[in-house]
């Protein structure tokens, strides 16, 4: 069983960065696959960013984010964060931390993520 607190969302410019971050419970987190989904107002949850349990750590995102959001874990402190860069407009949305596992693959579907958060809200403005 896994438990996962975001926070770290907010108001901000469009231009401008934010870290969410995520408190998971649980001594078998570094097991899990890590992921973060967003869900924009009026629309299906989509993913976002995720991050392997095996020890390379490889990250994956998706094409909408790439080369501005990085996505990174601390196994040790059990967080898992969500560094946002240069955020857009469009990147308005409910954002959610999820994990899957324990050692299974990354996924892109929300559907193969056992465990969610309860999402932190992100608004960029003009």
């Known amino acids: 069983q896994v438990q996962l607190v975001e926070s770290g969302g907010g108001l901000v410019q469009a231009g401008g960065s934010l870290r969410l971050s995520c408190a998971a419970s649980?001594?078998?987190?570094?097991?899990?696959?890590m992921g973060w989904f967003r869900q924009p107002p009026g629309k299906e949850r989509e993913f976002v960013a995720a991050i392997s349990w095996s020890s390379s750590g490889s990250t994956y995102y998706a094409d909408s984010v790439k080369g501005r959001f990085t996505i990174s874990r601390d196994n040790a402190k059990n967080m898992v964060y969500l560094q946002m860069n240069s955020l857009k407009l469009e990147d308005t949305a409910v954002y959610y931390c999820?994990?899957?596992?324990?050692?299974?693959?990354?996924?892109?579907?929300?559907?193969?993520?056992?465990?969610w958060g309860q999402g932190t809200q992100v608004t960029v403005s003009s």
């Open positions: 649980g001594r078998t987190f570094s097991s899990y696959t």
């Open positions: 999820a994990a899957r596992g324990p050692y299974y693959s990354r996924s892109y579907y929300v559907s193969e993520y056992d465990y």
